[in-house]
């Protein structure tokens, strides 16, 4: 039996909520169950206000929009990222300024941020890879020193948490002025395509509903805060359906057990890889004390390339399908030209030695544990 590198889990309660939804005859968004899964959030995680969007992508576009990115802008993010992260500011205008990662961690290396910040700069956007929190800490006070905005790229890290100098958990996406997240059908809460853009800076909320909505004041409008709606300023339809959001909804009402789950399956190869790892020097995946493990992603750090390839195809022998990921943004064949040509070496790393373990709810991880070890 093959085992895929993901298999999207369904609670089972998806389509009785989509057959509500289209029962309803409310199928556009902002409804019923766009509001139950953003207040969901709100009250869950402590972000100010929540808004529903069709990707992570579309939310990191919106976040761009809010902070007013214009073309010279500079925007200082990790190199070993998705596309969405920098696109977004790309569209805008926006000059990347690309970050190394940490030696043992694919997240920025805060300690070489500030040397990266300029007259220019507007934004720091980091990501929290396979859900591991950054070092928020720090990169709060280089943006409040220097007056810029943080916007988390939290598309892998739903439930997770950072806990700061101040003693207190906070959830990745509540620290930043905005932060993103992804409900693709490859992350652990999912929803086929879609995301969610959360607000936690105050000023920005208002701007934010009305972008989201195609640049109409709709959404007061329908609280009845204004008498007529119209066009007011740029926006795009970010708001996903009805039908979109009832899928999120059962995924939701079952957050605890499917992270309670992932997360045993993480454990498993952990324990269970300790000691072959270390015999063939590859690295496990690092939290850090403040960070959490939200079971996202397990991931293996290769001594090189070749073992990589090695690997892989052994696992794919036994029809085992993992994967690697993240050609460094700065030396994409769309960025290399823009790159300033700072060498990045740790980010050239895990482009080349990184495996992602297949990790979804219904894994048998014994038989990937088991082959990996023969
Ligand atoms: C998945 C992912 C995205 C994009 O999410 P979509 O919902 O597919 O747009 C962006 N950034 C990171 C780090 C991701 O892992």
Known sequence: MNIPFNKPYLTGKETHYIYEAVNSHKLSGNGIFTKKCQSFFEKNYGFKKCLLTTSCTDALEMAAILIDIQPGDEVIMPSYTFVSTANAFVLRGAKIVFADSLPNHPNMDCDTLEALITSKTKAIVPVHYAGVACDMDVIMELAKKHSLFVVEDAAQAIDSYYTGKDG??????????????????????????????????????DRAEIIWEKGTNRSAFFRGEVDKYGWVDIGSSFLPSEIIAAFLWAQLENLENIQTKRIEIWNDYYNKLKDWAIKNSIQLPIVPNFATNNGHMFYLTCQNIQQRTQILEALKQSNIFAVFHYISLHSSPFYTEKHDGRKLENTDKFTDCLIRLPLYFELDVEKVIDTILK
């Open 168 to 205: 207190i958990k906070k959830a990745l996406g509540s620290i930043g002025h905005l932060a993103a997240f992804s409900f693709h059908e490859t992350k652990n809460i999912i929803s086929g395509e879609g995301g969610m853009l959360a607000i936690n800076d105050e000023q920005f909320i």
